[in-house]
Nanobody, 127 residues
Framework: QVQLVESGGGLVQAGGSLRLSCAAS????????MGWFRQAPGKEREFVAA????????YYTDSVKGRFTISRDNAKNTVYLQMNSLKPEDTAVYYC????????????????????WGQGTQVTVSS
């Protein structure tokens, strides 16, 4: 079992930045590839970014490329999502997720690919 706790959300003006953190506990962190997803009101949960166990592979949805950066610190059992140049359409609850293997085999964007989820943190971007 892996427990995930997100933090760092909040209210920010368009063009601003936030850094989300996800602290993991319960199992060996390096065994898990990690992802960030988000869900806006009335919409399905969507993929944002993902990272392999050692950070050697990262993936992003097109709408955040060049603005968001996913990273991880395995010594701290934490994955981060640095979000810059935020837009109102980035407003959502952001969820951290852990996949039960260190690498992805192509399905990093699928909700069903992940075994553990955090409770989410709200990000609101005002115009």
């Amino acid at each position: 079992q892996v427990q995930l706790v997100e933090s760092g959300g909040g209210l920010v003006q368009a063009g601003g930045s936030l850094r989300l953190s996800c602290a993991a506990s319960g199992r060996t962190f390096i065994n898990y590839a990690m992802g960030w997803f988000r869900q806006a009101p009335g919409k399905e949960r969507e993929f944002v970014a993902a990272i392999s166990w050692n950070g050697g592979s990262t993936y992003y949805t097109d709408s955040v490329k060049g603005r968001f950066t996913i990273s991880r610190d395995n010594a701290k059992n934490t994955v981060y999502l640095q979000m810059n140049s935020l837009k109102p359409e980035d407003t959502a609850v952001y969820y951290c997720a852990a996949k039960g293997t260190p690498y992805y085999s192509g399905n990093y964007y699928r909700v069903g690919e992940y075994d553990y989820w955090g409770q989410g943190t709200q990000v609101t971007v005002s115009s």
